[in-house]
């Protein structure tokens, strides 16, 4: 099992503009795609300006190919660019990471 663990930072008073944005033309079409995400987090304490998001993959491989498909899907372009034009995210952070073994989900 694989998690795509992602961590997004906007800029100081977007966040609710970016996630209402991403609610409204991305989020559907990432579903479509990826699946259901493990979690997906506001903060609410420290770094009040992000939020993080986790998606499980069976492998490295599977994950490959469900982004691949996500990233030639024009609806999804469509939102990367809206989401471009708006501004909001200063930074993100993707960590890949896999159970511990004494841990089975």
């Known amino acids: 099992m694989l998690y795509d663990v992602r ?3 906007c800029r100081a008073g977007t966040l609710k503009r970016h996630l209402a944005l991403y609610a409204e033309h ?3 079409i990432q579903r479509r795609h990826l699946g259901e995400p493990l979690a997906y987090l506001q903060t609410e304490t420290g770094n009040v ?3 993080t998001h986790i998606w499980v993959f069976a492998d490295a ?5 469900k982004r691949a498909a996500m990233q030639r899907d024009p609806a999804w372009a469509s939102y990367l660019e809206k989401s471009a034009a708006a501004a909001y995210l200063v930074s993100q952070e993707t960590r890949l990471m896999v159970p511990t073994s004494f841990f089975k989900p």
């Not at 491989?61 to 190919?65: G, K, L, Y």
Request: glycine content about 8%; proline content about 0%; charged content about 20%.
């Open 49 to 51: 300006n992000s939020y």
């Open 7 to 9: 961590t997004y930072t």
């Open 26 to 28: 991305g989020f559907d």
């Open 61 to 65: 491989a599977d994950r490959a190919s």
